[in-house]
């Protein structure tokens, strides 16, 4: 399980105080760019033309965070087939006994030119923990 701490900001919010449904969105993708590695995203990306493209995702919110909240995001992943990844990720209080938020975001490898290509193998190596 990967942790990362999240602070709701006033930017994050909408009219009614609670942070705004899509910014979720925001925080599972830094969550996800924090447990793969932003160097190395950046490295396939300029040096093999290799990067990610969300397959699917789904959502379900339980309890809105608001301004000034300090939360966590916890992220499992898994790998779902060759190319293609599932991050189960979720926003807590860090003494939360329920997620206010849960996501379930598939993500698809491909080349520059949007073609399904291999998990490459530091990829594979940061999901699958060492037998």
């Not at 093999?48 to 789904?58: L, M, N, P, R």
């Not at 300090?70 to 293609?84: D, K």
Request: aromatic residues 10%; charged residues 25%; hydrophobic residues 40%.
């Amino acid at each position: 399980m990967h942790v990362i701490p999240l602070q709701i900001y006033y930017e994050d919010t909408d009219l009614s105080g609670s942070v705004y449904h899509a910014n979720y969105l925001r925080y599972f993708e830094r969550a996800r760019e924090h447990l793969l590695g932003p160097a190395e995203l950046v490295r396939l990306w300029r040096d093999e033309g290799i990067g990610f493209v969300v397959y699917k995702c789904e959502l379900t919110f339980r309890e809105p965070a608001t301004l000034g909240d300090l939360l966590e995001v916890r992220t499992a992943v898994r790998i779902e087939s060759e190319y293609r990844t599932i991050f189960s990720q979720s926003v807590w209080r860090p003494d939360g006994q329920v997620a206010m938020v849960e996501g379930v975001v598939q993500l698809a490898c491909v080349d520059r030119k949007n073609r399904l290509v291999r998990l490459p193998a530091t990829v594979r190596a940061r999901i699958q923990p060492p037998d």
